[in-house]
């Protein structure tokens, strides 16, 4: 396994969660990651992702203004702190390391990335 997410749990609404991100393998060390999450019965759902360098994001309407994507470098690590969750978060989430080391057009697309974490389960009780 590459990638490995971890940090869900149970959270009541309202509620903070961050999620973790680990390249044990240096897939995105250069790269673009992203976050996913599926419900189920649902499709997947991308919902934001961090340049190489962390100079640019980019977040779903979804969960933008709830949902940070953050970097560090130093250890390889990618983090998605998600705040005010609410019951509809509910999903079991996921990281992805991109294609490209920049944002592309279609940076929303599961086609863009090439190495996927497991996922890690987020249920936000009501």
């Known amino acids: 396994v590459q990638l490995q997410a971890s940090g869900g749990g149970l959270v009541q609404a309202g509620g903070s969660l961050r999620l973790s991100c680990a390249d044990s393998?240096?897939?995105?060390?250069?790269?673009?990651v992203g976050w996913f999450r599926q419900a189920p019965g649902k499709e997947r759902e991308f919902l934001a992702a961090?340049?190489?360098?962390?100079?640019?994001?980019h977040y779903a309407d979804s969960v933008k203004g709830r949902f940070t994507i953050s970097r560090d470098r130093a250890v390889n690590m990618v983090y998605l702190q998600m705040n005010s969750l609410k019951p509809e978060d509910t999903a079991v989430y996921y990281c992805a390391s991109a294609r490209t080391a920049d944002l592309r057009f279609n940076i929303e697309a599961s086609r863009e990335y090439r190495y996927w974490g497991q996922g890690t389960l987020v249920t936000v009780s009501s």
């Open positions: 393998r240096r897939t995105f060390s250069n790269n673009a």
């Open positions: 961090i340049s190489w360098n962390g100079g640019n994001t």
